[in-house]
């Protein structure tokens, strides 16, 4: 991010949002406010129709993070964590009664953010409160009477490794949190014209001041997130989502890209 500025993927990831409800109808995912809180004319959310395979992968992770929300709240969890919250509109469709939200973010995302809700008319319910962080700068740090669910979309590509471990060491720290989060696969493991898509997508967010620092492999993060006592580990990469979300049996189990993954301590 550039000092005094908005994420600017953030912007984007809400935008690819946006695009999902009126390309596929919310076919994958359904949020109500996506196009709302944006703010832009449908014309301009529909420059980002060519991108589909990155439209439909954020759509399928927020289908899987809240469908595990879903079922945390069944088992008692009342408390969710966004990390990293940009323009998700969870915390004002929440449909529990009795889950409080904290948006933890950049201070000048977050901003940013509370002038688009304000902008667009969307209420900002007393169950939700903010927290300003910087992560690569500080450590996170939250009071919680109990176990609580923390969504983390969109953000460890572009945490060092260290920050992103730190983070999973804090919500470790109690047992019965529970985290989703997304990672990605090295260029280096993917076929020549995927790695070159990566690449560019890698270069264009570079030049936003947001580069890509982190990629990781599933057997690595299964072993440190095995190593800091999580268990339940479901991680969908390429070939789950395709199945599970698209009705697409036919990708091959090997096939490296974006993941999407599930976590209970």
């Not at 902008?119 to 996170?140: C, K, M, N, Q, W």
Request: with cysteine; aromatic share 8%; charged share 25%.
């Amino acid at each position: 991010m550039r000092t005094g500025e908005p994420s600017r993927t953030a912007m984007s990831a809400a935008r690819y949002r946006a695009a999902h409800q009126i390309l596929e109808q919310g076919k994958i995912f359904k949020d109500d406010l996506a196009v709302r809180v944006l703010g832009l004319p449908e014309e301009e959310l529909l420059a980002d129709a060519p991108r589909r395979a990155m439209r439909v992968f954020i759509a399928a992770r927020h289908r899987f993070a809240e469908d595990a929300l879903a079922a945390a709240v069944g088992r008692g969890v009342r408390h969710l964590v966004v990390l990293g919250a940009g323009l998700d509109t969870f915390a004002y469709r929440n449909p529990y009664p009795r889950l409080r939200v904290t948006e933890v973010d950049h201070p000048d995302t977050q901003g940013w953010k509370r002038e688009r809700l304000a902008a667009a008319g969307i209420e900002i319910p007393p169950s939700v409160t903010y927290r300003g962080v910087d992560f690569e700068h500080e450590p996170l740090s939250l009071e919680s009477d109990g176990p609580a669910f923390f969504l983390w979309l969109g953000v460890v590509p572009y945490l060092t490794r260290e920050s992103c471990l730190e983070t999973l060491r804090f919500i470790a720290e109690r047992e019965g949190n529970e985290v989703v989060f997304d990672y990605a696969q090295s260029p280096a493991t993917m076929p020549p014209d995927r790695r070159e898509q990566l690449e560019a997508r890698a270069s264009r967010v570079a030049k936003l001041g947001e580069p890509w620092l982190t990629y990781s492999e599933p057997p690595e993060i299964a072993a440190e997130l095995t190593a800091l006592g999580f268990s339940a580990i479901t991680d969908l990469g390429p070939s789950a989502l395709a199945a599970r979300y698209f009705g697409r049996p036919d990708v091959p189990p090997s096939t490296a890209g974006g993941h999407v993954l599930h976590a209970v301590r």
